[in-house]
């Protein structure tokens, strides 16, 4: 019961902040998310947190439509349009589905509202200090988030089965936590002071929640982003940087993972002999096959029930099989153009953040570090998605919304260093004129003369 009550306060709260201020209305969309009240064993009446902040941010969002923005610098927006031409394509994919059309849209209308939310943190973040209130939201929810997921069975707050390898968030655990780990490792290693205690707080436990899901594939982008770190962190951001996550892979290596983990790892050496590893060959080839006959896209989400047409019955589960990879999923559901778009927006929102990063080199230490983290979670994520679907993992597109905010931000405190100061008339003072007093004529009265 107390537990239904403080969520419901927290709800009441962020519905009530995003009408009076349009980033408190982000602050508390991001964090209905990643705190995701629905996962936690109470008796709730199936009210769904998330939906009423949402709504209720959407709805603020556009009563105050009409303030403006942050200035564009040039084309960073198409990030987001890519997104919604993504949107648009798989809609007429849909409309004419293999498989279900009514399941295609209203797996279309749930990818919808994420990219809606997306757009909206684009007006809503419009000064350095909102980014700032974001990232630390952002931070606290993961923390929630891997502290539930790691803490919540022993202590009777979550079901037993929630605890291992989907977890306690609306989308895979594994995902959001490997988008989310580079973030806390910049913001540990160059953040303000409390802002570095939180987050390296939290770092531990979401590496420790990666472990938990006992899903080769974290393990597997946990890697590759720290090879990325380590290879593209500008050397002043790395200097700071790297004794955090040393000190994380000391713990991850020798403290988080029983020796079962390292066994289940080790299948990653036989692909081709490991059930699972061998049947995401196999399927990959059926994707290859299924996308030469329908160039142009099965429709939204009928991957699965299309698959038994190029799948023996013995590489499926219960009758269908996922593609379990984002790139397949997207290349057969939406076809060759909704890839194109759809990767058009990933490579643009990487090239924006690519752009950021570098600023370190001039000294700047507020969008450095979180372009750093943003850009090497999303490679992470797409690590991720070579082994699992998790391309509707929301934090992804706020990655590529928040790209597009950056860029402006540092654009418009650009413009301000490089405008001149307004143009002041020249200070002008009586003076005396010299006269012909001494030489017994009558002197001139004063008269006004302008300082050289």
């Known amino acids: 019961m107390l537990e239904l009550i403080f969520y419901s306060a927290l709800t009441l709260a962020g519905i009530i902040a995003a009408f009076f201020s349009p980033v408190g209305g982000a602050v508390a969309s991001v964090g209905a998310y990643l705190l995701n009240p629905s996962a936690i064993a109470m008796e709730s ?46 809609a007429i994919c849909s409309a004419f589905a293999l498989y279900s059309r009514q399941q295609a849209f209203d797996a279309l209308w749930e990818l919808c ?55 306690v968030l609306p989308d895979s655990q594994t995902a959001v936590m490997v988008l989310f780990v580079p973030l806390l490792l910049a913001v540990a290693g160059t953040g303000r002071k409390w802002e570095r205690i939180l987050a390296f707080c ?80 196999v399927v990959n080839g059926a994707s290859i096959r299924m996308f030469r006959d329908h160039p142009l896209g099965i429709g939204y989400r009928n991957y699965p029930d299309v698959s038994p047409q190029y799948l023996p019955e013995e590489w499926l589960t219960n009758g269908r099989r996922a593609a379990h990879n984002i790139y397949f999923t997207i290349l057969c559901e939406t076809g060759i153009f909704g890839f194109a778009a759809w990767m058009s927006a990933i490579i643009g929102s ?3 953040l690519r752009k950021l990063r570098k600023t370190a080199k001039l000294g700047d230490m507020t969008f450095s570090p979180y372009a750093l983290g943003l850009e090497i979670g999303l490679y992470g994520w797409l690590v991720d998605g070579c082994f699992q679907g998790d391309h509707e993992v929301d934090p992804a597109y706020w990655f590529m919304a928040l790209a597009v905010v950056m860029t402006r931000l540092y654009y418009q405190q650009t413009i301000g260093q490089k405008s001149p100061p307004p143009a002041t008339a020249p200070p002008q003072a009586l003076v005396p004129v010299p006269t012909r007093e001494w030489a017994g004529t009558r002197p001139r009265p004063w008269v006004r003369k302008t300082i050289p």
């Open 350 to 352: 990487l090239l924006l």
């Open 202 to 281: 939290t770092l531990p436990i979401a590496i420790d929640s990666i472990v938990n899901t006992f899903q080769r594939t974290g393990f597997v982008s946990l890697a590759a982003e720290i090879v990325l770190l380590v290879v593209m962190g500008p050397r002043i951001i790395l200097k700071r940087v790297l004794p955090v996550a040393s000190v994380c892979v000391l713990l991850f290596l020798f403290r988080f993972t029983p020796d079962t983990y390292w066994d289940w790892m080790g299948t990653i050496e036989t692909p081709t002999t490991e059930g699972s590893a061998r049947s995401r060959l």
């Open 45 to 90: 009446g199936n009210l769904r947190f998330q939906q009423y902040v949402t709504i209720a941010f959407i709805l603020a969002s556009i009563a105050r439509m009409g303030q403006p923005g942050l200035p564009h610098k040039g084309r960073e927006g198409w990030v987001v349009i890519w997104l919604w031409i993504f949107i648009a394509i798989a």
């Open 113 to 167: 509202k994420t990219l809606l939310v997306a757009t909206l943190l684009m007006w809503a973040i419009r000064t350095e200090k909102h980014l700032r209130i974001l990232m630390i939201a952002c931070i606290i929810g993961v923390l929630h988030a891997a502290t539930l997921h790691v803490l919540g069975a022993r202590f009777g707050y979550l079901a037993a089965q929630s605890s291992r390898e989907y977890g």
